[in-house]
Nanobody
Framework: QVQVVESGGGLVQAGGSLRLSCTTS????????LGWFRQAPGKEREAVSC????????DYADSVKGRFTISRDNAKNTAYLQMNNLKPEDTAMYYC??????????????????WGQGTQVTVSS
């Protein structure tokens, strides 16, 4: 059974930091591209960041570039999203998802297969 589990969300003041984790089981973690997405109430799901299976390439949304850093540890079946200098507009449910094509990132949620249940990030002003 494939499982994807996010953790690390919470309530933080603007300017603060959070570190999200994504742990998978039931699949070979190193064979998948990993993406972080977020969705705020009343808004469309948007791509936040993506990292290839070998960790050599990473993409970021313009809105988070310079503030967020994605990484992965394939030996631990875990990916991370370090979020610094958080802003109220970062408030959303954050999701982790896997993509079967291991060396190509995508900003489209439709290109990702297995999804976690999400972890809530709330940033107060």
């Amino acid at each position: 059974q494939v499982q994807v589990v996010e953790s690390g969300g919470g309530l933080v003041q603007a300017g603060g930091s959070l570190r999200l984790s994504c742990t998978t089981s039931g699949l070979t973690f190193g064979d998948y591209t990993l993406g972080w997405f977020r969705q705020a109430p009343g808004k469309e799901r948007e791509a936040v960041s993506c990292i290839t299976s070998d960790g050599r390439r990473a993409d970021y949304a313009d809105s988070v570039k310079g503030r967020f850093t994605i990484s992965r540890d394939n030996a631990k079946n875990t990916a991370y999203l370090q979020m610094n200098n958080l802003k109220p507009e970062d408030t959303a449910m954050y999701y982790c998802a896997t993509r079967f094509f291991p060396f190509s990132c995508s900003a489209s949620w439709r290109d990702f297969g297995y999804w976690g249940q999400g972890t809530q990030v709330t940033v107060s002003s």
